[in-house]
């Protein structure tokens, strides 16, 4: 009962810490908020945080509830003296009933410290490396608890992280207000020496330190001067003079012509350079500046005097107006498609848009968003990071960055107002957050930050050859999760061995009409070649829910996850099925494919999947075209149905892999992109937790195996638990390879056993999450 007290006191104490850090302005504030809540809640006299000064040698106090207040930033100690630098020096904790009697106790009398007798002492460490610690005391003698240890130890956890955050947001608030003193000084300044109306001027060629955010899409830091790509001057041109009707037609279809045989050239240029897939959105645009639909409709504006840049202008707003309306988040970015097209033609019109600045040298781009002709335009080896002002994790500028590894934030309003070519940017595209002209201190973090990350991707680097071999020599595979043909070289580059998972709507989707068996053939073919001998995990079309095809209307559904969707349309669309299984299996004759099919609920679908497999291997034989015999199957399991029947239908494959994606969304009835119930889509719930135990005992029983594919997989602490589950498989995003291979080289099986054996009899999610926070301290995760 106490214990459970104790847990939930645990708990309580980091939700309100979360609060704390949502509530607090800044880092002092913070801190005195959190030595106020642990000592309360935890019940001692004292909980203090000493803080490391640069010097890497002096604590310092920084904040304390139960010593004299008045001490607070004065007491200073070197790290070799007292009990607290032990901590520090130890990088561990420091635990005594009895401090006085510490060989290493010393006495500050300012604190009046010496009625305090028990003192427990957790070292704050960021990647390592001490920054900190934070105390507790009581005046009575008492042994700290196991249960209290580990509560601290996860509250240690946090505020690393707050004080770093919070040390650097400080450093900016420093850096702004110093420069508004210097602003100040220097207009008192002007304003004696120079005329008036001089002052404003000057200000405005100041260089402002600025602190903007977005969506982080690409990780990685950089830093470096500004390009900006600003279209906004093809926006003025409904103004354009109007000829005569005539003239403005044939002006319309001589600049289509022109824009046609541009993107030709785009198309090419994107297929050299990133991929073939990546280049086929330029096929959407072909197909849209030869719509006949899209010519009339310029045509007839043309035909009201509206001009040729007028009429284009108002044709492309009503794709844009349609798209931008559409729920779908990839057919909503396809708006940028238009918006695209629309400058191409204007341009071609009488060449009045910006061009694309030609880089001279590495530049970070501002825009206010990339579009697919910027991504042909750019020299990619001169791209230091992307900013744009619109865009979401679908937006080129998001695929794009991705493809190139290069660090990237979207939706960073005002960047093109804030941002001029003399300025320096930081772009970290792993939080969202831009510094604009840093202040030396925030550029000082950053080439640390930097160069933390350079040694670490050289030591994930250095891993990338070697197996996931657990200490005690269990084997595990670690592929890759892959959609575009540009993914292959990221898993390549992160050690993949093989694909888990190959989503293989996405060369659908950028696609303007079914692709053929021969295109899907070559596709699927070039995909293997790029793993072999690694096998590469095809799973069939999975459709419907969020994905959908631009030129395959789906009908409309109140509730499209639980509706007309994946295996769903394949066994209803067979002719889009033959296509797609006839392709993958010519493929199959050129490397190790294992097919897998998503969302099946039960075993009648098996069966007919079965059926119509054999009918077209006959078709295959018949026309006497080889395919390998033994082609594994398998299925995806994503519904509570398939966890429900797992022993029924693994008679019936060869192989499980288990979409936890899908499966939390259907387990606890929460909408994978619903942000208002994102609480309830939670790994961590037991019900998801047992539902994944229950399917890789019942494939491990049938000595069949089993992977896991969702993105849960990709926390180095949920593989520890997974594998301690019994999985040996799993398929991840790539980048999140080499960590969890890390994770793994370091494991014993034992260990793991014990982490998914205990959290298995933990009943809810909050238990959960606390315990795992403090594996991942205890593992140093
Ligand atoms: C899943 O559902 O876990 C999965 C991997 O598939 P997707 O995310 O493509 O639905
Ligand atoms: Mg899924």
Not at 183 to 192: A, D, F, G, M, N
Not at 217 to 234: C, M
Not at 661 to 683: C, E, F, G, W
Not at 709 to 734: H, Q, T, Y
Request: glycine share 6%; charged share 25%; with cysteine.
């Amino acid at each position: 009962m106490a214990d459970e007290r104790l847990e939930a006191t645990g708990l309580r104490i980091l939700e309100d810490i979360s609060a704390l850090i949502l509530h607090s302005h800044d880092l002092q504030e913070t801190l005195d908020n959190i030595v106020q809540l642990v000592a309360k809640r935890i019940g001692t006299d004292v909980c203090s945080i000493y803080l490391l000064e640069q010097d890497g040698e002096t604590l310092r106090l920084a904040a304390t509830r139960g010593l004299s207040k008045s001490s607070v930033g004065r007491i200073t100690m070197k790290i070799s003296e007292g009990l607290s630098g032990l901590v520090v020096q130890q990088k561990g904790i420091v635990a005594t009933d009895n401090a006085p009697l510490h060989p290493r106790y010393k006495y500050f009398p300012e604190t009046k410290e010496e009625r305090f007798n028990s003192f427990l002492g957790m070292p704050l460490l960021h990647r390592g490396n001490p920054i900190g610690v934070i105390v507790i005391q009581t005046r009575e003698q008492r042994t700290f608890r196991q249960e209290e240890v580990s509560t601290l130890s996860t509250i240690a956890y946090q505020i690393t992280s707050i004080v770093i955050n919070a040390k650097l947001l400080d450093s900016i608030r420093r850096n702004e207000e110093e420069r508004d003193r210097l602003e100040r000084e220097l207009e008192k300044l002007k304003s004696i020496g120079a005329p008036p109306g001089k002052t404003r001027k000057a200000r405005g060629k100041e260089r402002r330190s600025l602190h903007l955010m977005g969506t982080p899409v690409s990780s990685g830091f950089s830093v470096g001067k500004v390009a900006v790509i600003d279209h906004s001057v093809a926006d003025g041109m409904e103004v354009a003079t109007v000829r005569p009707t005539n003239e403005e037609r044939h002006r319309f279809l001589m600049a289509l012509e022109k824009a046609r045989i541009e993107t030709i050239y785009m198309e090419k240029r994107v297929a050299e350079t990133l991929s073939k897939e990546d280049a086929a959105i330029f096929h959407t645009h072909l197909m849209i500046l030869e719509d006949r639909g899209f010519i009339a409709r310029v045509m007839d504006f043309i035909e009201q005097d509206y001009g040729a840049v007028r009429s284009v202008n108002e044709a492309v707003a009503h794709y844009v107006n349609a798209f931008s309306q559409m729920e779908d988040p990839y057919l909503r970015e396809r708006s940028a498609d238009m918006e695209d097209i629309r400058r191409r033609i204007i341009s071609c019109l009488d060449g009045s848009c910006k061009p694309v600045p030609k880089l001279r040298e590495r530049r970070i781009i501002v825009a206010r968003e990339i579009l697919p002709s910027d991504m042909a335009t750019l020299d990619h080896d001169k791209i230091l990071g992307i900013v744009t002002e619109k865009g979401d994790v679908n937006s080129h500028a998001a695929i794009m960055a991705k493809s190139l590894g290069i660090p990237a934030v979207v939706g960073v309003g005002g960047a093109l107002q804030n941002l001029g070519l003399k300025d320096e940017v930081i772009v970290d595209g792993s939080s969202g957050h831009i510094y604009i002209n840093p202040s030396a201190k925030i550029k000082e973090e950053y080439a640390r930050l930097e160069a933390d990350f350079s040694v670490r991707m050289r030591e994930l680097e250095e891993l990338r050859d070697v197996p996931a071999v657990t200490l005690d020599g269990e084997q595990v595979w670690l592929r890759a999760n892959i959609g575009l043909l540009s993914d292959i070289r990221i898993a390549q580059a992160n050690g993949a061995e093989g694909v888990g998972l190959y989503r293989t709507e996405f060369p659908y989707m950028t696609r303007s009409a079914f692709p053929s068996r021969d295109a899907l053939f070559s596709l699927y073919r070039r995909v293997l070649e790029g793993f072999s001998p690694n096998p590469v995990t095809i799973r069939t079309l999975d459709i419907g829910g969020d994905k959908t095809l631009p030129y395959f209307p789906m009908p409309h559904e109140d509730n499209p996850f639980m509706g007309w969707r994946s295996i769903r349309v394949s066994l209803e669309r067979e002719d889009i099925f033959r296509v797609q299984l006839a392709g993958i299996l010519l493929a199959s004759a050129h490397g190790k494919i294992k097919l897998m099919f998503p969302m099946v609920s039960s075993i009648g679908e098996i069966w007919q999947i079965k059926k119509i497999m054999n009918e077209v291997r006959g078709e295959l034989t018949r026309e006497g075209l080889p395919f390998d015999q033994n082609l594994e199957l398998g299925i995806m399991v994503e519904l509570p149905a398939a966890v429900q029947t797992a022993h029924i239908l693994i008679r019936e494959v060869d192989f499980f892999s288990i979409g936890t994606n899908d499966l939390i969304q259907y387990t606890m009835a929460a909408d994978r992109n619903n942000p208002k119930v994102s609480r309830y889509y939670d790994p961590y719930q037991p019900a998801v937790l047992h539902s994944i135990k229950r399917v890789v005992d019942t494939a491990t029983a049938a000595g069949k195996p089993v992977s896991i594919c969702g993105e849960m997989a990709a926390d180095p602490i949920n593989a520890v638990l997974l594998f301690g589950m019994g999985i040996r498989e799993f398929s991840l995003s790539a980048p999140s390879i080499p960590v969890v291979k890390q994770t793994i080289r370091a494991l014993s099986s034992t260990m793991a056993e014990e982490v998914a054996r205990e959290v298995l009899a933990l009943e809810s999610s909050g238990a959960v999450r606390a315990y795992l926070l403090d594996a991942r301290a205890r593992l140093g995760l």
